[in-house]
Structure formats: structure tokens, C-alpha cells
């Protein structure tokens, strides 16, 4: 009988690490990796097969190449994936190879997919990456949480490579635990008296105010598309980040997100009447128990009432009627400056880690790092 040993208990030098970097190869490893996800301990929705093959469809710019790290245990099974890109970036007058994220295309906090135990797979990974750093010159791992394997080990990552860790995305989440009316008391009462105005204001102007969801696979690409009809004035403005400004991205939702939906993973939420049409829009993807507002966008013309934050505010009643555990902010845009944030409904942060890996064995990248301690300093 065939007995799986966990990753944990497999030692790092027993674990096989190789790199897919074509479609081919990505292709090919598709059933074993959807194995992996459905037994993962660590399993972002950003290292699945299905969103690292469509980012790599639509999101990888002009030169950028597949470096997919997966590890394996002595029985050939896959216990890992750390889905990488190799891109080349200049930096300081130089032009170097770095590896960073494919699920940061259009993603967040993506970390690594690992059976069991993410230090031993990280360990594996890091070995292999020395071995093969003749592939790369900087290693660019972003939004990783506080404690994890990189941040404690690759802090110092020993003779031939230096490390530089900064402050890169803070994560706004909240707990779904206890009833919305509890959540709601606890609210000062400014704020409470914010959203009620700006709902009885909203409502007197749109008669029939109304939220829509869309979560199905069909009809959630319908909705979609109302969602980058009402960015279209966000983006006249400039104000902030949309996802129809780039039609990579667009074609990146068009063929993810009823995959998503088809799993009951993915919702767009659109805030309006049936007279007057969408005045908010909200997209929301699921990862086991909990909710990530990923996009958010609102009508200029009604940015008095912030109509995206009650829409936000709809979905996060909804989340704690829900078994999810938790609600996690990734983009809302806010009129600026707004009347009430979203930050004041929200009761806990976490601050991700950016940490970039310079490999001091290459012929540039030594140079381009002395260059740019040099700038720093003098500044």
C-alpha cells in the first residue's frame, strides 16, 4: 500500500524541484496541480492552475517568461507550486533578469501552494533557486504576510546574495465573528448617521434603489460588463486604478471569472435603479471562508453619498449572514477626499512585506545594487 508522507516530514534536500516555462509544460501539469489544490493547506486563488494559466495568457507583457517552481516528494507526488515569471526590468542603467509573482497580475497576497507544510516546500525552493541562480538576478517576492518562511530565513540569505525587505501592501481585513448589529453598534455614531443619510439621499434621487448580484456563470459576465461601464468616469477623471483602462485586464475577468462563478467563487455586486442605472459596483471573489472585495468603483456624479462604501457596507452585512469567516479589502475607490472611509468599518490591518533578493554571483546585478545603495545614501 502506497502511504503519502506529508511535506513536513520530508526533509528539503528530499524534495525535487523543477521549472515548467512553457504553456506546454503548464498545460501538462494541469491535473496535478488542481490535485494539489483541492488537498492544499496553502491555497490562494491566485496560485491555482486556472489563474496563473490565464494570467499567462492575458497579463505576462512582451518578453516576460514562465518560471514555475514545483516540488515534488520522493514518490513523485506534488507537493508545492510557486508560480513564478521571469521578466526583464531595468534597474539603475541595467538590464536585469527577476523572477517576482504571477499571482500579483491581478491578485493579492499570493504566497505560495503547499500540501502541507510551506516552510519545508519554501526551503526546497530557495535550494533550487541557488542552484540555478545563473537563471536570475534578483528575486522580487511581494505581499508576503508577516512570519513567513522568506521574511525569517532570506532576511540573510548568505555569501553571493543580499537581501532588502520593505513595507509593501497593507491589508485591510475584518473578522466576520459575532452578528452585523453587533458590528454595527460598535461604530461611532457619526458614522453610523453618515450611512444612513447617504442611503435616505441616494434613495430619494433613485427611486427603486437597489442591489443586484450577479453570481452565476451566466449572467455574471452581463454584469461585468454594466461593472466597466460605470469605471468609464472614474477613469476620466484619473481617479485611481480600473480595470477597462487595460484590455488585457478586461480579458483577463472575461475568461476568469465565470470559471470562478461556476464554483461559487466570484459576485458582482452593481448598486443602482432599473430607471437610472448603476451607480456603484463591487467585485467580489471567494477563497474558502473568506470574501475579498477585489474592485470596487462608483459614479462620479453621486460621490457625495459614497456610494461604493455602502455598497461595500452591503456586502459586508451579507458576509457576516454568511459562513465566511472573513472579509478582506484589496481596492475601493473612495471619492477624495471622502466624507467617511471605508477604513472606519474595517478593524484590523495586517502590513505585508515586500523582499527583494540580489544575486551578488551575476556580472550586473552587483553592480546595479552598489549603484542604487549609492543613491540611497546620498540621499
Known amino acids: 500500500m502506497n502511504v503519502s508522507v506529508p511535506a513536513s516530514l520530508v526533509p528539503a534536500a528530499e524534495l525535487a524541484v523543477s521549472i515548467v516555462r ?17 488537498r492544499a493547506v496553502h491555497r490562494s486563488p491566485f496560485v491555482r492552475w486556472r489563474h496563473v494559466q490565464l494570467a499567462s495568457r492575458h497579463l505576462l507583457a512582451p518578453g516576460d517568461e514562465l518560471h514555475v517552481l514545483t516540488v515534488r516528494g520522493d514518490d513523485e507526488q506534488l507537493v508545492g507550486v510557486l508560480p513564478l515569471l521571469r521578466t526583464s526590468e531595468r534597474h539603475y542603467g ?112 433613485l427611486p427603486g434603489l437597489c442591489v443586484a448580484v450577479a453570481d452565476t456563470p451566466q449572467d455574471i459576465l452581463a454584469a461585468f460588463e454594466r461593472y466597466l461601464a460605470l469605471e468609464v468616469g472614474l477613469r476620466w477623471q484619473n481617479n485611481g486604478v480600473t480595470i477597462g483602462g487595460d484590455e488585457r485586464r478586461v480579458a483577463f475577468y472575461r475568461d476568469w471569472l465565470p470559471r470562478l462563478a461556476a464554483d461559487g467563487d466570484a ?7 432599473a430607471e437610472q442605472g448603476e451607480i456603484a459596483g463591487l467585485l467580489r471573489l471567494r477563497c474558502g471562508s473568506v470574501w475579498i472585495e477585489r474592485h470596487a468603483c462608483f459614479d462620479p456624479a453621486h460621490a457625495a453619498q459614497t456610494p461604493s462604501l455602502l455598497l461595500l457596507l452591503e456586502a459586508l452585512q451579507h458576509g457576516f449572514g454568511s459562513t465566511a469567516t472573513e472579509s478582506r479589502l484589496v481596492n475601493l475607490r473612495e471619492p477624495q477626499p471622502a466624507t467617511a472611509s471605508v477604513m472606519s468599518w474595517y478593524d484590523d490591518c495586517l502590513q505585508t512585506q515586500r523582499l527583494s533578493v540580489w544575486n551578488l554571483h551575476s556580472k550586473l546585478a552587483p553592480v546595479a545594487f552598489l549603484k542604487g545603495l549609492g543613491r540611497r545614501l546620498r540621499g
Request: glycine share 8%; proline share 4%; net charge negative.
Open 22 to 38: 512553457d504553456t506546454a509544460g503548464l498545460t501538462a501539469l494541469r491535473t496535478d496541480w488542481e490535485a494539489l489544490e483541492h
Open 94 to 205: 541595467m538590464t536585469l533578469k527577476v523572477l517576482r509573482q504571477i499571482g500579483i497580475l491581478e491578485g493579492d497576497r499570493p504566497g505560495v501552494l503547499a500540501l502541507d507544510d510551506a516552510d519545508a516546500v519554501w526551503a526546497a525552493l530557495w535550494r533550487h533557486l541557488m542552484a540555478t541562480r545563473a537563471d536570475w538576478q534578483v528575486l522580487d517576492l511581494r505581499e508576503l504576510d508577516p512570519g513567513s518562511w522568506p521574511l525569517r530565513e532570506l532576511a540573510s540569505p548568505g555569501p553571493g546574495f543580499h537581501a532588502e525587505v520593505q513595507d509593501d501592501v497593507l491589508s485591510t481585513f475584518q473578522a466576520l465573528e459575532g452578528s452585523w448589529s453587533t458590528h454595527l453598534g460598535r461604530r461611532v455614531e457619526s458614522l453610523r448617521e453618515h450611512r444612513l443619510q447617504a442611503r435616505q439621499t441616494l434613495a430619494a434621487v
Open 267 to 273: 459576485a458582482v455586486w452593481l448598486l443602482g435603479s
